[in-house]
């Protein structure tokens, strides 16, 4: 699974895209999976009214079923235009 | 429908824009629709990141969107990232119909949709600080008047 | 707010006129719209004519009203008048706000009035027959949307 | 009073611009008064609803009440933009 983050959440996580093999579930799984690899994590996760997620370049919700192919980016709420 | 959707670090040139949209008369109608980077206290840049290829995609669904809402005969969105400055322009979304209404209401409808979908995070400098723009509610419910 | 109105038979720069409504980040959005020449079968030429002074001064008006309805901080107008080809720009108007759905629905009012009640009146030329355009009621009818 | 005439009316009448001295009254009686001019006149006034009015470079109805001084305008419904 690609996993991608943009604006503060790429800053506090550290990085802006990795690679991971986690268990078998949905967003909400991935997300209490990362919230437990350190404390990077644990602060750019901690709001989850404030964080957006996307599955293969769609918006999707915490409770999206994701598996091993997908890319899942996870980001802020948008500020373009 | 003809569609330009471009995501680029330059400027746009609106002439040569609205020219491509208008064509030897094709459409008599063009709306178009720019931002620009805001003066204020202490603002000194504006800096745009994206999510390549999500960014192109999102804004095409939208787009394609506007096309079965009205008659339209081209859409094209340019959307600038990188390191802005006040004044500069962030977007260009740029309608064009037979009919007038239909180019405003295309061209509303893409810039609202855009505005709290497409993956895009503006970073204020002012001075020595950096910080992320806060996300508008206001514009979720913009969006909103959209629904069917 | 910054107003200009203008009736020249020379095209415009979208460039140049947007950026002077924008300034230097006085306003954050710009919703423009520029009317072109249909290509219509046989359709050579259109020609634009108008009744001097009072045109500047009925859109003089218009623009004056859609600053008491919306936040604007400028609004710009420019009408051809003359020999047009299919294609030609015919006309530009610009509001330039804060807000972007002000920006909008100024262009959009100042448009659907321009329409109405600007005097301008174009003569259509067909291979070796001339003839004046019909007004039609569905302009009316869409400036009527606006009455308070 | 200045009488302008603007697109078919312009051409129906033959002229753009004139200066007459008609009795007073309102618009509508000085469009009576310029129908008894020549054909031309009564061809370019034929059908009113086709005809609007100006005075003094503000729409105005054909019960508007003109003086002298007042420039007075006739031309078809308008079709720019």
Redesign the interface.
């Given at each position: 699974m690609t996993l991608l983050y943009f604006a503060w959440v790429r800053q506090k996580i550290g990085k802006g895209e990795e690679r991971m093999a986690p268990p078998a579930g949905d967003v909400a799984a991935l997300i209490a999976h990362l919230k437990n690899l350190g404390p990077n994590y644990a602060d750019a996760f901690a709001d989850l009214s404030r964080i957006r997620v996307a599955i293969n370049q769609h918006h999707a919700g915490l409770d999206a079923k994701i598996g091993p192919d997908d890319e899942v980016a996870f980001f802020p709420p948008v500020t373009g235009g | 429908m003809k569609t330009s959707i471009r995501i680029q670090r330059e400027d746009f040139?609106?002439?040569r824009e609205?020219a491509a949209l208008?064509?030897?008369?094709?459409?008599?109608?063009?709306?178009?629709?720019?931002?620009?980077?805001?003066?204020?206290k202490d603002l000194s840049t504006l800096t745009?990141?994206?999510?390549p290829?999500?960014t192109e995609?999102?804004i095409g669904r939208l787009v394609a969107e506007a096309g079965t809402r009205w008659p339209l005969t081209g859409v094209t969105v340019v959307?600038r990232v990188g390191a802005l400055k006040?004044?500069d322009?962030?977007?260009l979304v740029a309608a064009a119909s037979?009919h007038?209404?239909a180019?405003?209401a295309a061209?509303?409808f893409v810039?609202d949709y855009?505005?709290?979908?497409?993956?895009?995070?503006?970073?204020e400098t002012r001075g020595h600080e950096h910080h992320?723009?806060?996300?508008?509610a206001s514009d979720d419910e913009?969006a909103k008047r959209w629904q069917k």
């Open positions: - | 040139d609106l002439n609205v208008a064509g030897d008369g094709e459409a008599g109608a063009v709306a178009s629709f720019t931002g620009h980077v805001r003066k204020e745009l990141e994206h999510y290829h999500m995609a999102e959307h006040p004044g322009r962030i977007v037979q007038r209404q180019a405003f061209c509303e810039m855009l505005k709290t979908h497409a993956p895009f995070w503006k970073e992320w723009v806060e996300h508008r913009t």
